[in-house]
């Protein structure tokens, strides 16, 4: 398993203060999902709870999970909402009673391998209360868009972010399809598309021209919300 202590931190420069960082994620949450006060909702791979810090006032009750003891240190410290719960374990042996309307793995699902994605969705299966929702975030690293800024960059990871420890990468196309070998069904998705510099208006206006196959060349990123279907219920 990947060891998420300070150094990856550190390296990441996720430690330092990074303004607009939250209100950003949290706003493409909201692309996909309606929050209510009345929810329940799991967070999955919470890191240092920057996330979780915005998200804990939306909802009734927030359990954030992290395999890493340093990330849930620093979030507890940090962050001292009464209606959220800290848990150190790993995401895929982790097992709860408690079922969740919302179950959230932003920036998640690509440091899983493919063996290891079967498994999450099994379980993210456990998690979920009859009606429950799961959100994924990805990077798109199969696009065009996103080869040009990995060479730009020259980056050491699989994907233009340059995190070693992303171990899939992902098509729009591909991501819908492990969703469904998992059996889930996605129900609303955003995607954000490189502008190559362009002004917004032009890039946005092109981009609606385009048939979704080739618009898909430029993603960036993806979000869906999904929810289960019937069958896959082997336990984990």
């Not at 456990?126 to 080869?147: D, K, Y």
Request: charge should be positive; hydrophobic fraction near 45%.
């Amino acid at each position: 398993m990947t060891k998420y202590g300070p150094e990856y931190y550190a390296g990441r420069r996720m430690s330092e203060e990074r303004p607009g960082h939250a209100p950003r994620a949290l706003a493409k949450l909201r692309r996909v999902v309606d929050l209510s006060p009345s929810m329940t909702a799991l967070e999955v791979g919470c890191g240092l709870g920057l996330l979780t810090r915005v998200l804990a006032p939306e909802v009734a009750r927030l359990t954030a999970l992290d395999v890493s003891p340093h990330a849930i240190a620093q979030a507890r410290a940090a962050i001292t909402s009464p209606n959220t719960t800290f848990v150190t374990a790993d995401a895929l042996s982790w097992r709860t009673r408690g079922k969740f309307d919302l179950v959230l793995a932003l920036a998640v699902f690509e440091h899983f391998h493919p063996a290891e994605q079967a498994r999450f969705f099994l379980r993210a299966r456990t998690w979920l209360a009859p009606a429950g929702r799961l959100v994924l975030h990805v990077p798109i690293a199969e696009s065009w868009s996103a080869s040009r800024r990995t060479s730009r960059r020259n980056t050491d990871g699989p994907d233009y972010t340059g995190d070693p420890t992303h171990h899939a990468t992902f098509s729009c196309r591909s991501l819908r399809a492990a969703l469904a070998r998992g059996g889930f069904a996605i129900e609303k998705e955003w995607i954000r598309f490189s502008r190559l510099g362009w002004p917004p208006g032009w890039a946005a206006a092109v981009m609606k021209a385009m048939p979704p196959r080739w618009r898909e060349a430029f993603a960036m990123e993806m979000v869906v919300a999904a929810r289960a279907t019937a069958g896959v219920r082997r336990e984990v």
